[in-house]
């Protein structure tokens, strides 16, 4: 018997419990420790066996890290098929997490009985595959038609009481091993056994749809889909020999490989967070704007009291009134009721104008204008106002902590905070790790991450850190292709087309074009040597003052909540290339995509050779979660992997012979590429 799974016998009833720490995943070691059990329970001629997981958790998935390795015996589906067919009723004691595996192996059971905590679904999707054990034959059987395209092209994971309410599960309680052993189980063929629901056209097509919006060019939702459809025409076991044929094909392919790469990224970065240290119980955010009020309400979301700083009166006023609406909305989405709301409105906040009287916070985070000099006022402020104790954060998008942070009395303390609009709702901090940042500063701020379930990815000081430099760099790029030929509406659908929720251009409409304006005239790009400078967005700002969505104007024409190709914008490029002697060319969206990539890639290996970000994977997060890279593709770093070094090196020796002042190669990618390593590899 192995270690992951345990076998006792009493009362004529064989009990099965999975104990592979921490979540539980079938690996190869619990699949042999499930044919061990069942053949010992058969042989003991019990009346019934009860199927569970040990501590919270049934059984979490597949081990994804077998993924990548050739499959060895046995098999999940041989598994799934034995307790289906077992001569005896095997009864599924759900006390947590059935995911994927898990709950295919319930999906087998006699009958399913699952505690009031219990979470249920066929997540596999979002790692690029399907039910690989037949859970896409088994689920519709079961649950009917309309059901399964529900839960399993879109992932989706749902509580006992609702699996409960569509048939999923047969009973809830507190206590599933006990119910598990004296259910009264119900008067049915086994879930295989069912008749197929009644095929849906209107439902399978509506379903297609569906998952073309919310995960375009995403191959694996379609398939399940066209697996779903299966269950209503195939046998059972035509269906779940299909079933793993499409697994199997899915599991080595580069989506796959993407998703499953982010996946862990993931899982490390968040695992920073449970490093021992002190958690943050109290706070002062300066700013009550759009960014201020979303990290303050996103502290209050956790049980933090806060204090939320503004300039006067008036300022306070507007802040306390961002706040409400972000309340109000948690009401309209189901997410509080309105007097939850009112309370914790009440309970965990104080609104202030000016520095006196602040409590002794444990962390004052600053969100106010990009500006050096107003951010050093406002800590010289909180550095006075706070005891040396405090964390101090500064949540700028490009300026440098250090700077920032001259004559703190205690820098060490002091760190950068970089979170993503809106600050409430995106995953993504990058933690910037300043000159003086202490150890202890360092892991509570990644510990606050953690409990406000973000994804923290530590950076160093640069200009931009990770994705503001990145994003810099790929913008250049786009703004040199523009003057070269192409138009912004041909760049921006080009990008969409690679997997991109927005292409630069309608990015820089919806953030507003005098940011990327502002940055500019930091850097000095105009004068700065050695630099191709591309004046179009300079232009379109200073001599039509058009901004973006918010003046109804900018790259595009805003009418009626739709973005149309402006001929004024489009007259405006052309006339920079010919002011600038340039004969324009035609780009194909294949070459506009190989440039823009190509321009990430660089920055990145920049990045990595700097030490800016510690890995690959890092600056891959950053990207996905803060500037909608395609998941798909797991970030420009594997992405370039898949693509191969040698191969994007060659690109941009290319690139750079024809224009060295826009491209040059990367010492690191130079030598990756010599060396035959992947960016996950240095």
């Known amino acids: 018997m192995s270690d992951a799974v345990h076998l006792s016998l009493a009362d004529d009833i064989a009990v099965i419990t999975i104990d592979n720490p921490p ?50 015996p046995p098999h999940l589906p041989d598994i799934a098929n034995r307790i289906e067919s077992f001569p005896v009723p095997v009864v599924a004691a759900i006390n947590g997490a059935a995911l994927g ?42 649950v009917g038609l309309e059901q399964a395209l529900s839960l399993i092209p879109e992932g989706r994971v749902i509580g006992a009481a609702e699996a409960l309410r569509i048939g999923l599960v047969d009973a809830m309680t507190d206590d599933p091993v006990a119910a598990a052993r ?73 989506q796959a490989a993407a998703l499953r790469y982010v996946f862990f990224a993931e899982r490390a970065a968040m695992g920073q967070g449970k490093a021992q240290g002190a958690d943050v119980r109290s706070a002062v955010v300066v700013g009550g704007g759009t960014m201020g009020a979303g990290i303050a309400y996103a502290l209050a979301g956790i049980g933090v009291t806060v204090t939320l700083v503004e300039t006067d009166a008036a300022a306070v006023e507007r802040a306390r009134a961002n706040i409400a609406r972000l309340f109000d909305d948690a009401v309209k989405r189901g997410k509080a009721s309105a007097e939850r709301a009112a309370s914790d409105m009440e309970r965990l906040f104080t609104f202030r104008a000016g520095y006196d009287d602040l409590p002794p916070v444990d962390i004052a985070i600053e969100a106010v204008f990009e500006d050096l000099s107003i951010k050093r006022q406002v800590f010289a402020a909180l550095d006075a106002a ?12 490009y300026l440098d902590p250090d700077r920032i942070a001259k004559g703190v009395r205690n820098p060490t303390r002091f760190l950068g905070l970089h979170f993503f609009s809106p600050a409430h709702v995106m995953k993504l901090v990058e933690v ?11 892991v509570t701020a990644l510990r606050l991450a953690a409990r406000l379930r973000k994804i923290p990815v530590l950076a160093g000081v640069c200009d931009g850190f990770i994705g503001n430099r990145i994003l810099t760099r790929y913008r250049q790029c786009c703004d040199v292709m523009l003057i070269e030929g192409a138009l912004p509406a041909q760049i921006d659908a080009a990008m969409r087309g690679f997997g991109l929720a927005m292409g630069p251009y309608e990015v820089q409409d919806l953030s507003g074009l005098d940011i990327a304006y502002a940055n500019r005239k930091r850097l000095g790009w105009k004068t700065m040597p050695g ?53 324009r060319r035609r780009f194909t969206d294949a070459e506009i995509v190989a440039r823009a990539t190509a321009a990430m890639v660089e920055e990145g290996f920049r990045i990595l050779g700097e030490r800016i970000a510690e890995r690959a994977a890092d600056i891959d997060l950053v990207m996905i979660h803060g500037y909608g890279f395609p998941r798909w593709r797991g970030g420009p770093m594997h992405w370039a992997g898949r693509v191969g070094l040698s191969e994007i090196l060659r ?32």
């Open 23 to 72: 979540v539980n995943v079938a690996s190869r070691a619990v699949r042999a420790g499930l044919m061990m059990a069942l053949d010992r329970a058969e042989a003991a001629g019990v009346a019934r066996v009860v199927l569970t997981g040990a501590g919270k958790t049934f059984v979490a998935g597949a081990d994804a890290k077998e993924f990548s390795a050739p499959p060895r």
């Open 531 to 583: 630099f191709r400078y591309i004046p179009i967005a300079d232009r379109i700002v200073e001599e039509t003052g058009r901004l973006g969505r918010k003046t109804g104007a900018g790259w595009y024409d805003h009418t009626g909540g739709k973005a149309v190709s402006s001929a004024l914008i489009d007259g405006i490029v052309v006339e920079e290339s010919a002011r600038a002697g340039i004969v």
């Open 651 to 682: 690109r941009i020796e290319g690139y750079a012979a024809e224009d060295p002042l826009s491209w040059s190669v990367p010492d690191l990618l130079a030598r990756a590429a010599a060396e035959g390593k992947t960016p996950e590899e240095l």
């Open 432 to 442: 910037i790790r300043a000159r003086d940042t202490g150890p202890e500063t360092l």
């Open 386 to 397: 706070l005891p040396e104790t405090a964390i101090l954060a500064t949540n700028t998008s």
């Open 101 to 142: 595996g898990g709950l295919e192996l319930a999906l087998a059971c006699a009958a399913r009985v699952a505690a009031p905590r219990a979470t249920l679904g066929l997540p596999e999707v979002t790692l690029g595959v399907v039910p690989g054990a037949g859970g896409t034959q088994r689920l519709p059987r079961l």
């Open 182 to 254: 004296i259910l009264a189980l119900p008067d049915r063929p086994a879930t295989g056994a069912r008749p197929a629901p009644a095929c849906d056209p209107v439902a399978i097509e509506a379903a297609r749809k569906q998952a073309a919006r919310r995960s375009p060019q995403q191959i694996a939702p379609q398939r399940a889909i066209d697996l779903i459809e299966a269950a209503v025409r195939l046998s059972l076991a035509e269906g779940l020999a299909l079933e793993r044929q499409n697994f199997l094909d899915l599991k080595t392919g580069d």
